[in-house]
């Protein structure tokens, strides 16, 4: 009875993520193992030539320079991130609350408009080349638009409040007594940070470092209109692999990928945040305890 | 924390990350009332660039196909995500169940649009605004399924029981009993997935196919966009801003008043 009554709950949303996700994922997959047909279609002939080109000299630059971009977007927003929830989570509790709703909440907007906010601001007409001009700062515009640091830029926007929720959460939950004991003990404000506050919460800088660089690497709306084409990333290449080229098993082997290096960080944050837990209860101190 | 230059310069900075998150959105909504729409000459205010748009058919043959995908993917989700929720609720926690629901939330936007797209293909499906539902309800029931659970795990399960016990029967338990105590929770999870669904780009850019006729409102902006800074499209982003913070508001007050 109360088997049946389980499944009956459970059957459309599993039967739904099982035709509408795990099917077509499943469907990529075998598509990455043919060739690409004359016409752009399917040629059923099983290789492993796209992984194999996936590999050379052009992939792998769009590779790196995908993994440098989204790297350096996630160093910055960690960098920006972790000094802004230490102070949200020191803030008085009941300010604690808003503070963050107000950090979310341009997060909650439009990705695309709020990527549109920077053409607005960077571009040769916009306002900051604008300003410096009329106040006699510069010449000619400065070249904000259009490239890499435009990318960065973009994703630092996009992504921080989400850093800064993670970083947060994992903040919050320490108590003032391990700050306290290291303080009595001697230990500067910069060594108490250094040897208890930070290393206490490595969880939540891994959680939101893996964040902003799974949703960097595969991102496309970014690098293509801040960065003008300039910069592909992996995102607008398997776009353009899918849609311009037509190359569908290309595409699909690299959509693959990214699927991996995405299960590869969320495995190693995983493995990161256990050890973390486990080295702060051999510390003898209750992971997670109740504050 | 003890010194008093250290608390004074993390304050400065998250001064500063507020300035840094809000200036953009301000300067868009400022000029869009300014009369030449230049973004550094102060002409005058003007609500032309809105009269504009009120004008414009594909603008708002846009938005009205983006609020036809978002009600029809909210409704299937709720739906179907608020059932898997309480099944998933009821049984042993399952780590394998926990993954597929995490999938759609976590996988990146474009792998799940081509891999839609060759789904449909593979289907003959003619493509168009019911495949974009169809697509946005794969991540929506991920999303109302988490937001739901999280709201049965604090349901105590012996009101269900005493129901049970007086003879009510199972949909009469549901309805006067675990639906109202769930309800704010399904209306947050489906605030959530309207707000996902009206603001999601790539998936729906695949998967509308090649038809004008299934053009979504943020397809529509990000050709726009392409075109180049107009002031229109500064009227455009003040309405959507001020929409979605006003959802955000509302799902906020919904969830203190469930808390």
Not at chain 1, 151 to 161: A, E, F, I, R
Not at chain 1, 182 to 211: E, Q
Request: proline letters at 5%; a neutral charge; aromatic letters at 12%.
């Amino acid at each position: 009875m109360n088997l049946s009554r389980r499944t009956i709950l459970l059957a459309p949303g599993l039967g739904y993520l099982a035709l509408f996700l795990v099917l077509p994922c499943l469907i990529i997959f075998a598509y990455s193992l043919f060739e690409r047909g004359t016409y752009g279609g399917i040629d059923y002939t099983l290789t492993a030539g796209n992984y194999l080109r996936a590999g050379s000299s052009l992939f792998a630059r769009i590779f790196l320079d995908s993994v440098r971009i989204a790297g350096t977007a996630t160093l910055v927003a960690l960098l920006i991130g972790y000094p802004a929830a230490y102070a949200i989570a020191a803030a008085p509790r009941n300010q604690q609350m808003a503070l963050l709703v107000l950090v979310m909440l341009p997060f909650w907007s439009n990705y695309l408009i709020r990527t549109y906010a920077w053409i607005v601001l960077l571009n040769n007409e916009g306002l900051i080349n604008r300003g410096l001009e009329s106040m006699g700062v510069i010449q000619e515009p400065l070249p904000l638009l259009y490239n890499e640091f435009a990318v960065v830029l973009g994703l630092v926007y996009n992504y921080v409040p989400f850093v800064i929720l993670a970083l947060y959460s994992s903040i919050s939950r320490l108590g003032p007594e391990l700050r306290e004991a290291s303080f009595d003990l001697g230990g500067s404000s910069w060594t108490t940070f250094r040897r208890v506050t930070l290393p206490l919460t490595v969880p939540g800088i891994a959680a939101g470092a893996v964040f902003v660089f799974v949703l960097s690497i595969g991102n496309f709306v970014t690098p293509d209109l801040l960065g003008g084409g300039q910069r592909p990333m992996l995102g607008n290449l398997i776009y353009s692999q899918y849609l311009s080229a037509r190359d569908w098993p290309m595409g699909s082997a690299l959509g693959f990928i990214l699927v991996l290096i995405m299960l590869a960080l969320l495995f190693g944050q995983a493995v990161f945040a256990h050890r973390a837990a486990g080295e702060v209860e051999a510390r003898g101190v209750p992971a997670g305890a109740p504050r | 924390m003890r010194t008093d230059p250290i608390r004074l310069w993390l304050n400065a900075h998250l001064g500063l990350v507020y300035v840094f998150l809000y200036v953009p959105i301000l300067v868009l909504i400022v000029l869009s009332f300014n009369k030449s729409g230049l973004p550094t000459t102060w002409t005058g205010f003007s609500t032309e660039w809105y009269g504009k748009l009120a004008g414009n058919p594909k603008i708002l043959a846009a938005a009205g196909n983006s609020l036809i995908v978002a009600v029809a993917s909210t409704l299937i989700s709720t739906f179907i995500g608020t059932l898997l929720a309480m099944g998933m609720e009821e049984g042993k926690p399952n780590p394998y169940l926990d993954a597929l629901v995490a999938a759609p939330m976590i996988i990146p936007d474009i792998v799940l649009a081509i891999a839609l797209l060759s789904f449909y293909t593979l289907l003959n499906m003619s493509l168009g605004l019911q495949s974009i539902v169809l697509s946005h309800a794969v991540f929506n029931i991920a999303f109302v399924c988490t937001v739901v659970r999280t709201r049965l795990k604090n349901f105590d399960r012996s009101i269900v029981e005493a129901s049970i016990d007086l003879g009510a029967s199972e949909v009469t338990t549901f309805r006067r009993v675990t639906l109202p105590v769930i309800a704010p929770g399904v209306v947050a999870a489906a605030l959530l997935s309207f707000t996902l669904s009206i603001d999601e780009f790539i998936i729906a850019y695949f998967t509308a196919g090649a038809g004008q006729g299934s053009t979504t409102f943020p397809m529509q902006i990000y050709a726009m966009i392409r075109f180049g800074v107009t002031p229109e499209i500064n009227a455009i982003a003040t309405i959507v801003i001020g929409f979605s913070f006003l959802l955000v508001l509302l799902s906020q007050r919904l969830n203190r008043e469930a808390a």
